[in-house]
């Protein structure tokens, strides 16, 4: 399957910026069975792309720094990718962070009280830990619907597996501080996702990989109940959202800033 991606990240700031840095992570990584086709392009304005580098993740990213006095930055990605059936298994470990690194927590998907019950509530009656995984998956999006403007980027995983509601990012990360509870390395994955009801969309998509012995990583998309396939672009991965996030970066002044994003997928 070929995916056509239009993505356009908008930045108004309600009084000129003195200077802003962003870090952007939103070209796709090539792997067996996601390649890019034709091209992967980001064109910028309001600012520029001072370098382009792999960090300590694989993942590609592109510094973009806005220009000073600009009111405005603009990110657009356009390009196309190659897809094949992987029923989300990604395979063995590669890559420059050793697989034990996976395991450590972080402020994001730190497991508390809640996580550590949660898992407890599963039991033991699993054939495999991948069957476990799936029941997880399944526990976490019957505990915390899909809900908008509840959470934030800077939600962790215990903050709202307590609260009303979250998205993508939430699931994730609660399903990632259980599976280092149960002693799987696990990690954060952004990306594209194809909708089969739209084309347009107003955010990117998350969700999270976990190890399994003899097998390697494998994903879980807990908030649509199943396992990433050839509708997902897998763009950067990490500990959490912070060593993925699609755009992140600072700013010096005062102006505020105002986010839009438009987004299309399509076949």
Known sequence: ?????????????DAPVAYALQQVRLTPKERP????????????EGGERQLHYTDHHGNGVDLVAVHGGADELVIRCTGEVELVTWDGVIGPHRGAM??????RPTLLTRAGRGVRALVAELGRDFASDIERAHALSAAIIGRLAYRIGVTDAETTAEQALGGDGGVCQDHAHIFIAAMRHLGHPARYVSGYLMMNDRTHQDATHAWAEAHFEHIGWIGFDVSNGHSPDQRYIRVATGLDYRDAAPVRGMRYGAAQENLVVQLQVQQ
């Open 1 to 13: 399957m070929r995916l056509r991606v239009e993505h356009t990240t908008r930045y108004h700031y």
């Open 33 to 44: 069975g996601q390649q890019l086709i034709h091209h992967w392009d980001i064109a910028v």
């Open 98 to 103: 050793p697989l034990w690194t996976f395991l």
